[in-house]
């Protein structure tokens, strides 16, 4: 009868058949995570862009929350798609918005538990604040508000002061390349706000010299 007599395959086939119903439902479950996820990251980014327009992103970082609820709620049963790549990526967007607008709209610091996200994903987010905050600094100097561009830049070496902290391998907080871009970041606006500050105090003189003539 061989090794894979009837009784085996009867056996094989109920084995291969309920490996293909379970992945067949986590093939379903993940493109309806990835479809989650892009909705995550697409509100996150609208509401960062809104931020620096002066609009009001409240509402849109609360969509957002909600979506990411909804995608803890779909993954519960399937961690492995929950800590892969996409989720992430979309928990660093929703963390860097969410942190921006806590800074540039003056509110209490959101924390990891309060967004539903992992460490690793707020550190990471935090890490692309910077970024933000140069953008903030830049519009502000374009504006000659040197003392807001000053305190942007303030927080903006707070921020790399904190990631600066995290020193772990790759596997467990891939940090290094967002320090790496926040300590470029900091230096190079670092930069422009001394120019500002020294082109400034030089008009005042000038001001003061020649209004006194």
Not at 11 to 33: F, N, P, S, Y
Not at 50 to 77: C, F, I, N, T, Y
Not at 99 to 128: C, H, K, M, N, Q
Not at 146 to 172: K, N, T, W
Request: charged share 35%; glycine share 8%; aromatic share 4%.
């Amino acid at each position: 009868m061989g090794m894979l007599g009837p009784t085996r395959r009867r056996e094989l086939e109920a084995i291969l058949t309920g490996m293909e119903q379970d992945l067949e439902e986590k093939d379903a479950v993940r493109e309806l995570a990835l479809k989650s996820s892009r909705a995550v990251a697409r509100l996150s980014v609208s509401a960062v862009g809104s931020l620096h327009r002066g609009k009001e992103v409240a509402g849109l970082l609360e969509e957002a929350r909600e979506e990411a609820s909804r995608l803890g709620s779909l993954l519960k049963e399937h961690p492995d798609l929950y800590h892969s790549g996409f989720v992430e990526n979309a928990h660093q967007d929703m963390t860097e918005a969410a942190i921006a607008y806590s800074l540039l709209r003056d509110t209490p610091l959101p924390s990891p538990d309060e967004l539903g996200v992992t460490s690793r994903a707020y550190v990471l987010g935090l890490g692309d604040v910077v970024g933000e905050l140069r953008r903030y600094a830049l519009e502000r100097l374009g504006k000659g508000d040197v003392e807001a561009a000053r305190e942007s830049l303030e927080a903006m070496e707070i921020l790399y002061e904190g990631l600066m902290r995290f020193d772990f391998p790759r596997a467990v907080a891939a940090v290094k390349r967002k320090q790496d871009i926040a300590r470029s970041l900091v230096e190079k606006t670092r930069g422009e706000v001394a120019v500002a500050v020294r082109t400034q105090a030089l008009e005042r003189k000038l001001d003061e010299r020649f209004g006194e003539a």
